[in-house]
């Protein structure tokens, strides 16, 4: 069905049963509980799991494929978000143009950018995107300040024309994204017993948009030309004289996963109307590349999972203070308890990069099929007791041993 | 006139010159040898014939028209396949894959954006790709990795890919350079079983007379960048020229 | 003219800060065959210890004035640096003062030590490994080397001023018979391009006159061949990152007086030097250098107002906007070789 094998048809199911039950599946604690801390189900941070899910889904696209390290994504989302604020400002409230317009808006800056950067190959393409991007992300910050409003950020005003909506609400504010009517921040909540879910509209829409983007990368996975940009990672020289050009084959993958990079940046927009010129930057990028090769990078879960892990573990180190440890360790004899609490408290709270960091060394270092191998590691273990290893037929859910850049 | 001409082609390296008005004319269905010693120029002329190098002067011409200036897939289009000294494979993909992909360059060209359909509803291609495997009798490995296959394995599959594509003239480097003698002899058994079998022109660059004189109907010695004399197998053996510039440095 | 010449000593600060950290990306990069992206870290390391041994040397004691009082009537506490104490308030004032010079006495074998267990530790493990893992290994630790400067500095810039003598500024215009005050150029900036000059020429004397620079300009050209001729590179190249490390280092003590030191000082600096590596040409020292000084300059220009007034907002592009023009045109650099990361 939907043209694709048995196996993917369960993969997608989990993706799509994964994404539409969020608001139960996060919230597992009672509200109130000790445990309530460890909620995940806030509108906000589901609407970030799919959104950066998006976006480490079309990442894959040009890294796990083709092997095209570029550190210079973030460029592509903030200008989705900067084309779908103007959206908000100019046309009216309604999400679909403005997220429509920063895919094209995205597609065609990376038309450019990828033009430019894939004429070189290798750590060369790394630099240049990390170039491209930090040049945009200057730009925004000082010389497009009438485009992008500098170091404040775009944001909704009164004045705005919004030709075909309002400019101010009946009561005087500004009116609020929807979808075709429906508001983006509309929630139901669904009280059961001690615990209390929230079913955001936006939410669903980032959910569903994300169940699409995820099932368009199956598609491209399993095409012909994903095993063309597979074929680019493993060797070029022998797909040139194969008789394949493989610059158009990473040119498309590369805007690509520039499309959904604007998509991604469109719905943060579409979520929260403002864009700022940080979201450029090219530890943005790096955040991005991290949540993949985290994830997995060439697998098809690998990113959704990475995104998710990372914003789910974001969330719940930063909300980590001092008396929270102290909770924690309290079993602990008191000296050996602030012994403890000392050394934890530099990795949590606002220490969260920092664990981040360390975290990404530790990936690249040992695990670097990120947390999709991981988890065939830990099957494999139980399946050898069962029978004898069988080599397994699918070749994307095996690291790579021959280098991810064309050198 | 032979499918191949090469015409008055000069190619310098700074103060060397690699290739000093070489000319050649491969015959078509024939399996044409160059044989020469170390640095006399083998690699360099099979770079210029695709599209690696451009040599300073001189034109190669294939099937009547230029390959001069056309980029290597622009030449593979053309109806050229090239094996490689060391096997050229694509070791992340399974050897399925490494069949399928020819096929589709030899079906869609050099690119096309074919992103929604699935491979394995390609059936066509996928029929060739199996039926391809099955001649070189490589089909029970081809769930493997690539990567993992033995080296004659790698070779055989790097054949198969070339083959698929049915190329009119088909340039091996090396075959069986670094082989074992066995090796050696199956990639021999292989080679007379293609040409018997197809329409196809082989040209072959090698430094084992074993090899050469098993499957050569002409042969080409070059020395020193230029072609020294171009005759049947038989007369080669005997010619006191080619002794003294290869067979007396190689006995 | 009086005002090109102006534009001119105003990048070469800037670019000698290009130039010393792009000569060590290359020294690593041409030795180690690896792609540093920590190599900013180190820059902010070394900024960051002048701050430490300012911050020592300034850790006093208290003791009560009785003969004043604050403005609440209590007795004044007076704080006494210990180093004054030690040495006298005149000797340890001038101790004090030259904070930042004397931290390359101690940032020199800081850095070593950091850049040897850095390569024993990590690098060394990549060496095999392809270069975007390469890239990505270093990239956490450069996360990680400037959350823990955050951590524990804080994430505000920390003055770090430089010696009272140097500063103020020189008049250059009045040397060359301009008006006074056309062309000033601040003294300690003077110092820091002397100090980089200073240091570049050690660098390149060392790798041209020394048995040991040989061999690592040989290991640049060719790796396996030295490795055959049974030297053992690998210790030499530990050494080389210890080195590459401690220049970075010491380009960072320099600079602190100029640009308060920051956490985030390093990725800036590390964009911009990886731009200058790739226009100068990979594995080119003197690549490196002259487009250090060369994109320093020219960075210096672009932020003169009548150029802004033209196109604005030149100054923060035109060095992504040269790169990207030299890569398309000379794909291998200002001064790259051949067969260097080629495709």
Redesign the interface.
């Known amino acids: 069905m939907l043209?694709?094998?048995k196996k993917d048809m369960t993969i997608l199911l989990v993706v799509i049963v994964l994404a539409l039950c969020a608001p139960f599946i996060l919230n597992p604690f009672p509200t109130g509980s000790a445990m309530a801390q460890f909620n995940a189900g806030y509108p906000d941070l589901m609407q970030r799991f799919v959104i950066f899910g998006i976006f480490a889904i079309g990442f894959n696209i040009l890294f796990g494929l083709t092997?095209y390290?570029s550190f210079g994504h973030a460029a592509f989302l903030g200008v989705g978000s900067y084309s779908a604020v103007w959206m908000f400002k100019l046309l009216s409230m309604n999400v679909v143009p403005a997220i429509l317009l920063s895919m094209i808006v995205a597609g065609l800056f990376s038309v450019l950018i990828g033009y430019?950067s894939l004429?070189?190959?290798?750590?060369?393409f790394?630099?240049?995107t990390?170039?491209?991007a930090?040049?945009s992300f200057?730009?925004a910050?000082?010389?497009?300040t009438p485009i992008t409003n500098g170091e404040t950020g775009l944001q909704l005003t009164l004045s705005d024309k919004r030709y075909l909506g309002q400019s101010v609400t009946e009561s005087g504010s500004i009116p609020v994204t929807n979808f075709f009517g429906l508001e983006m921040r509309s929630t139901y909540d669904l009280a059961v017993g001690g615990w209390n879910f929230q079913f955001n509209a936006g939410y669903y829409l980032c959910a569903i948009i994300m169940i699409v983007a995820f099932y368009v990368s199956m598609?491209?996975f399993?095409?012909?030309?994903?095993?063309?940009l597979?074929?680019v990672?493993?060797?070029?020289?022998?797909?040139?004289?194969?008789?394949?050009?493989p610059k158009?084959?990473t040119l498309?993958a590369f805007v690509?996963s520039g499309i959904y990079a604007g998509l991604a940046g469109g719905l943060m927009a579409s979520m929260d109307p403002l864009a700022g010129a940080e979201r450029m930057q090219?530890?943005a990028s790096?955040e991005v590349?991290l949540m993949t090769?985290l994830g997995g990078a060439g697998t098809l879960i690998g990113p959704v999972l990475g995104a998710g892990f990372i914003k789910y573990f974001e969330n719940i180190f930063s909300k980590i203070n001092d008396t929270v440890l102290h909770q924690w360790f309290a079993f602990m004899p008191d000296g050996l308890e602030d012994v403890v609490v000392f050394i934890v408290h530099?990795f949590v709270g606002k220490?969260w990069?920092?664990t981040?960091?360390?975290?990404?060394?530790l990936v690249?270092?040992f695990l670097?099929g990120g947390l999709v191998e991981g988890g065939q590691r830990i099957a494999k273990l139980f399946k050898r007791e069962k029978a004898p290893a069988v080599?397994p037929?699918d070749?994307e859910h095996?690291p790579?041993?021959?280098?991810?850049?064309?050198? | 006139m032979g499918i191949l001409e090469v015409k008055g082609v000069n190619k310098r390296f700074g103060g060397l010159q690699a290739l000093g008005d070489v000319n050649l004319s491969v015959a078509e269905n024939t399996v044409h040898a160059i044989i020469g010693p170390n640095g006399a120029g083998k690699s360099t002329l099979l770079n210029c014939l695709v599209g690696k190098l451009i040599p300073d002067t001189g034109s190669v011409m294939f099937d009547g028209q230029s390959v001069l200036g056309r980029t290597p897939y622009e030449i593979n289009q053309m109806g050229i396949s090239r094996v490689f000294q060391t096997p050229e494979i694509f070791g992340d993909l399974t050897v399925f894959e490494n069949m399928v992909i020819p096929c589709f360059a030899k079906r869609d060209g050099s690119f096309r954006m074919h992103a929604f359909e699935s491979v394995v509803q390609e059936q066509d291609i996928c029929l060739q790709a199996e039926q391809m495997l099955v001649d070189v009798n490589m089909q029970d490995k081809r769930h493997m990795h690539a990567a993992s296959l033995s080296r004659g394995d790698k070779r055989r599959l790097e054949m198969a890919m070339c083959l698929s594509q049915k190329p009119r003239l088909l340039l091996l480097d090396e075959p069986t350079a670094g082989m074992a003698r066995a090796d050696t002899n199956n990639t021999i058994d292989l080679l007379k079983e293609i040409k018997s079998t197809r329409d196809i022109t082989i040209a072959i660059i090698e430094h084992d007379m074993h090899v050469v004189f098993s499957l050569a109907d002409r042969i080409t010695v070059l020395a020193q960048g230029t072609p020294l004399v171009e005759d049947s197998p038989e007369n080669i053996r005997g010619n006191p020229k080619v002794r003294e510039a290869y067979l007396g440095e190689a006995a | 003219m009086d005002a090109v010449l102006l534009q001119i000593l105003n990048g070469l600060d800037k670019g000698s800060a290009y130039a010393l950290i792009a000569l060590g990306l290359t020294l690593i990069f041409g030795t180690l065959g690896v792609v540093n992206f920590a190599h900013g870290a180190l820059f902010m390391l070394g900024a960051f210890c002048a701050v430490t041994l300012s911050r020592i040397l300034t850790l006093s004691f208290e003791t009560i004035d009785e003969t004043k009082v604050d403005f609440l009537g209590n007795p004044l506490k007076v704080k006494t640096p210990y180093v004054e104490s030690w040495f006298g308030p005149e000797t340890g004032g001038a101790i004090i003062d030259w904070a930042v010079p004397l931290s390359i006495l101690f940032a020199i074998p800081v850095m070593i030590t950091i850049g040897f267990i850095m390569e024993r530790g990590l690098i060394k493990h990549f060496y095999k490994r392809p270069h975007a893992d390469q890239i990505l290994v270093t990239f956490g630790l450069a996360i990680v080397l400037q959350e823990l400067i955050k951590y524990f500095f804080g994430a505000n810039p920390i003055p770090t001023p430089a010696p009272d003598v140097f500063k103020g500024s020189f008049d250059f215009g009045v040397l060359l018979g301009y008006d006074p005050n056309v062309i000033i150029y601040p003294y300690w900036r003077m110092v820091y391009f002397l100090f980089s000059t200073i240091i570049i020429g050690g660098v390149f004397a060392f790798l041209q006159f020394t048995t040991f620079g040989m061999v690592v300009r040989a290991g640049m050209a060719d790796r396996e061949t030295v490795g055959l001729l049974g030297i053992n590179i690998d210790k030499r190249f530990t050494f080389m990152f210890g080195l590459a490390a401690a220049v970075a280092g010491i380009a960072g003590v320099m600079y602190a007086p100029i640009n308060s030191p920051n956490y985030h000082m390093g990725m800036d600096f590390l964009v911009l030097s990886f731009v200058v590596v790739v226009v100068g040409g990979m594995g080119s020292l003197p690549g490196a250098v002259l487009a250090g000084f060369m994109l320093g300059i020219l960075e210096s220009f672009a932020s003169m107002n009548w150029i802004k007034d033209i196109i604005p907002g030149i100054d923060q592009i035109i060095i992504y906007v040269v790169a990207i023009i030299i890569l398309l045109t000379r794909p291998r650099g200002l001064m790259g070789r051949k067969g260097v990361m080629e495709d």
């Open positions: 043209g694709i094998s092997g390290l430019v004429r070189r190959s290798g750590i060369y790394s630099i240049l990390l170039a491209f930090q040049m200057n730009l910050y000082s010389v497009l598609r491209i399993r095409s012909p030309f994903g095993l063309m597979r074929a990672k493993s060797n070029q020289q022998r797909l040139n004289y194969t008789g394949i050009n158009p084959y498309a690509i090219w530890t790096g590349v090769i530099p220490g990069h920092l981040l960091g360390i975290l990404f060394m690249v270092t670097p080599p037929s070749p095996h790579k041993e021959t280098p991810h850049v064309a050198e």
